[in-house]
């Protein structure tokens, strides 16, 4: 079993960042792919960043490129999302997921809410215009 527990979010004005954690327990994540996911009300879950479990490959998606920074640490069992030039339509509760149960390359990334196996509770990003 993996516990996330997802911190940091907030209300912050357009143009303000963010920054927010996802501490796991339970079970190392050292060798779990991990994703950051966010649903805003009325719309699907999305993909909003994606790690590997080496840390050699991220993916973003292209509403967030350029302004989100999604990491790890290196022999931890934390994720981070950096958000920077946060915008109104960013506005969504933030979760992240592991992938644990199935094989996983080192440099794979996973961007579908079906590749994961564990997910967070959520934290509120709200950005006011």
């Known amino acids: 079993q993996v516990q996330l527990v997802e911190s940091g979010g907030g209300l912050v004005q357009a143009g303000g960042s963010l920054r927010l954690s996802c501490a796991a327990s339970?079970?190392?994540?050292?060798?779990?792919?991990m994703g950051w996911f966010r649903q805003a009300p009325g719309k699907e879950r999305e993909v909003v960043a994606a790690?590997?479990?080496?840390?050699?490959?991220?993916y973003y998606a292209d509403s967030v490129k350029g302004r989100f920074t999604a990491s790890r640490e290196s022999a931890g069992n934390a994720v981070y999302l950096q958000m920077n030039s946060l915008k109104p339509e960013d506005t969504a509760v933030y979760y992240c997921?592991?992938?644990?149960?199935?094989?996983?390359?080192?440099?794979?990334?996973?961007?579908?809410?079906?590749?994961?196996?564990?997910w967070g509770q959520g934290t509120q990003v709200t950005v006011s215009s």
């Open positions: 339970g079970r190392p994540i050292s060798r779990a792919a």
């Open positions: 790690l590997s479990w080496s840390g050699t490959s991220t």
């Open positions: 997921a592991a992938r644990t149960k199935f094989p996983t390359p080192a440099g794979t990334t996973y961007a579908g809410s079906n590749d994961y196996d564990y």
